[in-house]
Nanobody, 124 residues
Framework: QVQLVESGGGLVQAGGSLRLSCAASGRTFSDYVLGWFRQAPGKEREFVAAIGRSGSTTYYPDSVKGRFTISRDNAKNTVYLQMNSLKPEDTAVYYC?????????????????WGQGTQVTVSS
């Protein structure tokens, strides 16, 4: 069992930055592919970023590429999402995810564990 707890959300003006953190319980953190997703009111959940088990492989959709960076610290059981040049359309609840499956299954939203979410609001 893995528990994921996100932090770092908040209110920021357009063009600003936030860094989200997701701390995981358990001793096999490095066994998991990790991801970040978001869901805005009235919209479906959207993939934001994924990172492989060693941290050497990452992937982003075009909507955040060049602005968001995912990273992980396996020694601290933590995954991060650095968000720069934020836009009002980035407003959503952000969730971290951990999965034992393949990297691309995470990209497609197939995850074993989900955090409770943290709100990010970008004002114009």
């Amino acid at each position: 069992q893995v528990q994921l707890v996100e932090s770092g959300g908040g209110l920021v003006q357009a063009g600003g930055s936030l860094r989200l953190s997701c701390a995981a319980s358990g001793r096999t953190f490095s066994d998991y592919v990790l991801g970040w997703f978001r869901q805005a009111p009235g919209k479906e959940r959207e993939f934001v970023a994924a990172i492989g088990r060693s941290g050497s492989t990452t992937y982003y959709p075009d909507s955040v590429k060049g602005r968001f960076t995912i990273s992980r610290d396996n020694a601290k059981n933590t995954v991060y999402l650095q968000m720069n040049s934020l836009k009002p359309e980035d407003t959503a609840v952000y969730y971290c995810a951990a999965g034992r499956g393949t990297f691309w299954s995470m990209v497609n939203g197939d995850s074993d564990y989900w955090g409770q979410g943290t709100q990010v609001t970008v004002s114009s």
